[in-house]
């Protein structure tokens, strides 16, 4: 251990751009806001030799499913939440300003409303007590703050009632703080949860307050506007999230035990009828392409795999049955687990070779190369062009004549016509329009192609482009 009396360690978890954290001090631990997934907090308290004593959450989730319960039966630690947390489980409900100590070190309570109504900073003091770093769950991100938006539908409070409470908490607990204090956010870019994050996961206060837009906000009342202006419907399976978070969720261990279950096609075929399950293939863009089970769903383990789960399925109940490379199942199963989804039934024993061999239909996508795009914009071919990145991307730079349809409202947009015109697919790289492809594929609609490489190589080839910031038309 370092000269210091406590060590922060960030555990980050891309996928869901969310970092947990576990602080040990002496022969003392404690844990804030960990994943479903208790193995990681465990084995570090026993390499360390010391015991979990608090858990800490700084709000109820929405975006994940955290694992404080298990974590608590396992090491008998107490989950603490802050001020107007109402879980229907067992937990130290903590006072605005009370502290915790262990090891030689304590964290202050520092309730701080708006992003929801119980959440609450966590800040560690030292030995001497100086304040030293701060735990900001989704309240305080690098480069943004908490979307004021989540926490209505148990209140009658408007995003602009909650923005009013975010920006309080924020000028009355945190920015007072010394600039030196070390910011540890809940998450990252990428995250649903905020809409301006930077891809750094910790930075120092003081930086915060010259670079983070919402920080530099002159007024309550820009604050107010900056806060709320652009954020977009939160994916639909947030909700389930947050209520799985208060009310407690299953054991993950007899979650997974129960979900690997290899089945030989036949049975795969059965279940698949029997359930009316989402065939999910987890396998890459490229892979999923060539051949695939008809009516199955590819989002892709190698990206954010978890928050389009969520997003385009909706349904966190919904049965569920796997397509893996092999040795992969375990972890999609894991990834799913984290965001709520439990209804797993079953895995294709052997991947889509097993179905190959069986004899068994197969579909594929036409997936096309930019250059190939090109050359039909400009033959005059009949396409229309639907790009699949988010409003933002979209408004910085777009091929002329495209139409903006985000993936994450794709179940709003799937079933708009284009009177006998090929629809041309593509996103920033070709993940997110493998998965519209799935999907309008399982719906029944074949009108299209697929560009591989996505925006990210258009935009290097002699089209017309356009942007929300300048005005007219330039050539890139």
């Keep these: 251990m370092s000269k210091k009396s406590w060590e922060v360690e960030q555990i980050y978890t891309g996928c869901l751009s969310q970092g947990s954290y576990y602080i040990r001090s002496g022969r003392e631990a404690v844990v804030i806001d960990p994943l479903r997934e208790t193995a990681p907090y465990l084995e570090r308290a026993e390499r360390d030799g010391v015991e979990i004593k608090y858990i800490f959450e700084t709000h109820f989730h929405a975006d994940f499913v955290s694992g404080h319960l298990n974590l608590a039966r396992k090491t008998g630690a107490p989950v603490i939440f802050g001020p107007k947390a109402n879980p229907s489980y067992k937990a130290y409900i903590a006072k605005d300003g009370e502290f915790f100590e262990f090891g030689k070190i304590k964290i202050k309570t520092l309730h701080s409303p708006g992003h929801t ?25 690098l480069g943004d703050v908490g979307r004021p938006d989540l926490a209505q539908a148990d209140s009658d409070l408007t995003s602009e009632d909650l923005a009013g409470m975010l920006y309080d908490s924020l000028h009355e607990k945190i920015m007072p703080l010394p600039d030196d204090v070390i910011v540890y956010p809940g998450h990252g870019a990428g995250s649903a949860c905020g809409k301006n994050m930077m891809k750094e996961t910790v930075d120092t206060l003081g930086n915060q307050k010259k670079v983070n837009y919402a920080l530099k906000a002159k007024t309550k009342e820009d604050f107010i506007r900056a806060v709320t202006d652009g954020i977009t419907a939160p994916p639909a399976y947030f909700p389930e999230n947050v209520y799985l978070n208060k009310m407690g969720c299953p054991d993950l261990e007899a979650v997974m035990e129960r979900s690997l279950n290899p089945l030989s096609p036949g049975k795969f075929v059965e279940l698949a009828s029997r359930h009316c399950a989402v065939i999910l293939d987890t396998r890459s863009p490229d892979k999923f392409c060539k051949a695939f089970i008809p009516c199955s769903i590819n989002i892709g383990l ?67 190369m930019p250059k190939d795009l090109e050359e039909s914009l400009k033959n005059g071919d009949e396409l229309e062009l639907w790009d699949l990145r988010t409003p933002v991307e ?26 006998g015109k090929i629809l041309v697919l593509y996103c920033a790289a070709g993940y997110r329009s493998m998965i519209a492809a799935s999907i309008l594929k399982a719906r029944g609609i074949h009108n299209f192609v697929e560009v591989d490489k996505g925006f990210n190589f258009l935009k290097q080839l002699d089209l017309e482009f356009e942007s929300d910031e300048k005005a007219g038309l330039q050539t890139v």
């Excluded at 796997?322 to 709520?340: F, H, N, P, Q, S």
């Excluded at 979209?394 to 009177?419: A, H, V």
């Design 117 to 141: 109504l119980e959440s609450t900073c966590w800040l560690l003091l030292d030995e001497n007590d100086r304040e030293r770093a701060i735990f900001t769950g989704d309240t305080l991100f």
């Design 302 to 368: 190698q990206g954010r795999f978890a928050p389009w789960v969520g997003a385009v399925l909706e349904n966190i109940k919904k049965p569920i049955l796997l397509v893996c490379d092999d040795e992969c199942e375990k972890e999609a199963i894991m990834r799913l687990c984290r965001v709520g989804f439990d209804n797993i039934i079953g895995y294709l024993d052997g991947g889509i070779e097993s179905w190959k061999k069986s004899g068994r239909p197969l579909d594929r996508i036409e997936r096309v």
């Design 394 to 419: 979209f408004g910085n730079l777009r091929i002329k004549g495209s139409k903006n349809r985000p993936l994450g409202s794709i179940n709003d947009w799937s079933c708009r016509r284009t009177r």
